[in-house]
């Protein structure tokens, strides 16, 4: 996804002068490109990531149109309040993009884990969030937020994950609906719908009727969708790779508590990390998954248990 | 006893084979990055620092932390070859179910006092434990390694500007200081140099050496001070395997089967 990200964003810039591109001292190449073409737009701002964020925003109060870049944690935790200050505050048009999201850098540990971003970031007024779930959602969810510039911090994997987007209509702000479906609602969000979509398929095998989507514009919430969703199907699991607190489980159950459900309230599941430290021990991100039951069969177990 | 110099560049020679061959088996990254300071490790480990299995949990023990915490395989090995860490640990490092990750973690290893892998937190760690021995009236003392880009970040220089203030002379900063960081030589993506200089004016005891001098590290981490103490070690990112020497490709390649064995001919002789 990192190299989606790093040829949409060239693509970008190559239409719109305003757009300028930072990095946190990682990407090693994968910048060269953009570098050759533009090298007066391109900032390695070394590993100083609060500092990269803040005079990102000086750009941006001056026209530009300015992206940073590194890994998910260094560029949500590390620079909290820059963000909230000088990016939310100041409602300014920078985009923050966290490569790693979740698990996908499990055997780093925790310091790596990017599993409270959301939370943390989903606090913040004016911040839009939108975690794309393969590259070719990727590159169209990120020439949407150019069309929109505000604060946005966009949310992706790392490489090598799997393409799912088919023929599906890919729009900002609009969940991506996989298949249609009447019994069960499966709502994913960004990378970990690789895992939704094979529990959905096997769900589908047995005889269900499900409707998969992936949530990826996590703020500001499509409330039309879920709500019409929660009256349509009597079974909702949703699925994040991410902590229970403040992501896409915590929206949703807002969502829910607050809308008026007429008829019987559907079930939920909610399938998230718990809000605990992983480190007791090793391993890569697919056996996190396992551990954290946000596998592919755990959901599917999840969806079909009474 | 103190080993002599032979012994060491015999032990750090060991050191440096075992680390490329954890990452070759286990496929760990930042390889030249844990190369690059295994030798002020072991001037801390073998010589300084007076670190065993026996005190490693002592409330009085010094302190060492490896802020640059990406070269855990440099610390890990170190402390095996110590004999504080076990090798059936450290085989599985890295992989699937193990207890040890690819930076240092909180999960009881002894020997690992600060959990580290985001840059910039361990010299404000250590401060925080100098200023606590000079609280409760500790004679321990805190060293802290930092690699060069994590110098970059802005609070390594606000623990800077603390420790003088408050006359941490138990305190001591070691820049593994090998010009490169992820991507580009350090002096190119920011404006680093005047390096020791700059440590200086903040109000720390300076002193450069030659990061692969064991006498010279020694010395230096010896040296009696009224002021915090900072070293910059010059060293060469991959130091020991001659393929890999100041070669950043190794910042995230791992070595394959016959540059294992090469690296082992180079570094046992067989
Ligand atoms: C806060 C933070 N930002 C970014 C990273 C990613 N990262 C890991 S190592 C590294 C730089 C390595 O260069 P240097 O610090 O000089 O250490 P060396 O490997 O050269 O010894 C970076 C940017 C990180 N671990 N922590």
Not at chain 1, 145 to 164: F, M, V
Not at chain 2, 86 to 103: F, M, P, Q, R, Y
Request: charged content about 20%; proline content about 3%.
């Amino acid at each position: 996804m990192r190299d989606a990200f790093a040829k949409t964003i060239h693509e970008i810039a190559q239409h719109d002068a305003r757009v300028v591109l930072l990095s946190g001292d990682i990407g090693n190449r994968m910048f060269d490109a953009f570098k050759s073409e533009f090298p007066d737009r391109f900032y390695n701002c070394g590993v100083a990531e609060a500092n990269m964020v803040t005079l990102s925003a000086g750009l941006a109060s001056c026209g530009l149109l300015p992206v940073c870049y590194t890994i998910a944690p260094f560029i949500t935790y590390r620079c909290m309040e820059q963000i909230r200050v000088d990016l939310c505050y100041q409602n300014l048009p920078v985009v923050l993009v966290g490569t790693g999201a979740g698990l996908s850098y499990a055997n780093l540990g925790v310091t790596h884990h990017s599993l409270e971003d959301v939370g943390m970031l989903s606090t913040l007024p004016n911040m839009r969030i939108v975690a794309p779930c393969d590259r070719k959602e990727l590159t169209t969810l990120l020439k949407h937020i150019y069309k929109t510039p505000q604060p946005t911090y966009l949310r992706i994997g790392k490489k090598g994950e799997p393409d799912l987007i088919e023929q599906q209509a890919v729009e900002l702000g609009e969940p991506t609906v996989f298949s249609s479906g009447t019994d069960i609602a499966l709502f994913g969000t960004g990378t970990i719908m690789a895992e939704v979509l094979l529990a959905g398929k096997q769900l589908q095998q047995a005889g269900r009727s499900v409707e998969i989507a992936n949530i990826h514009t996590l703020k500001p919430l499509n409330q039309t969708y879920l709500q019409n969703l929660m009256h349509r199907c009597q079974r909702i699991i949703v699925v994040e790779e991410h902590g229970k607190t403040g992501g896409l489980c915590s929206a949703i159950a807002d969502v829910f508590a607050r809308s008026e459900l007429k008829g019987s309230a559907p079930s939920f599941k909610f399938l998230s990390v718990e809000n605990a430290f992983s480190f007791k021990f090793t391993g890569d991100q697919e056996t996190l998954r396992k551990f954290h039951k946000i596998d592919a069969s755990a959901i599917y177990n999840a969806a079909i248990e009474t | 006893m103190v080993p002599n110099n032979s012994v060491l560049l015999q032990l750090a020679a060991q050191i440096r084979y075992r680390i490329v061959e954890l990452s070759h088996r286990n496929h760990i990254t930042h390889l030249a990055s844990s190369l690059s300071c295994v030798d002020i490790l072991c001037a801390l480990y073998f010589e300084t620092l007076n670190l065993s299995l026996e005190n490693i949990n002592d409330p009085q023990r010094n302190r060492f932390i490896l802020s640059k915490g990406h070269a855990v395989l440099a610390l890990y090995a170190v402390l095996e070859k110590r004999g504080i860490l076990s090798a059936d640990l450290l085989n599985e490092i890295g992989t699937n179910n193990a207890l040890l990750g690819e930076h240092p973690s909180m999960n009881g290893i002894a020997g690992v006092e600060w959990a580290t892998g985001s840059l910039g937190h361990g010299l404000s760690a250590g401060l925080g434990m100098a200023l606590a021995a000079k609280i409760q009236k500790q004679s321990y003392t805190v060293t802290v390694l930092l690699s060069d880009g994590e110098c970059n970040e802005g609070s390594v220089w606000e623990a800077a500007l603390f420790a003088p203030k408050h006359g941490l002379k138990n305190l001591t900063a070691i820049v593994d200081y090998n010009k490169w960081q992820a991507t580009g030589r350090s002096q190119e993506v920011m404006s680093l140099e005047p390096l020791a200089e700059k440590w200086h004016a903040f109000g720390w005891n300076v002193c450069e050496v030659d990061g692969h001098d064991f006498s010279a590290l020694t010395d230096a981490l010896n040296q009696e001070s009224p002021l915090p103490k900072a070293i910059i070690a010059h060293t060469v990112k991959g130091k020991g395997v001659s393929f890999m020497e100041d070669d950043n490709n190794w910042h995230y390649r791992v070595p394959k089967k016959d540059e294992l064995e090469k690296a082992r001919l180079e570094l046992l002789g067989k």
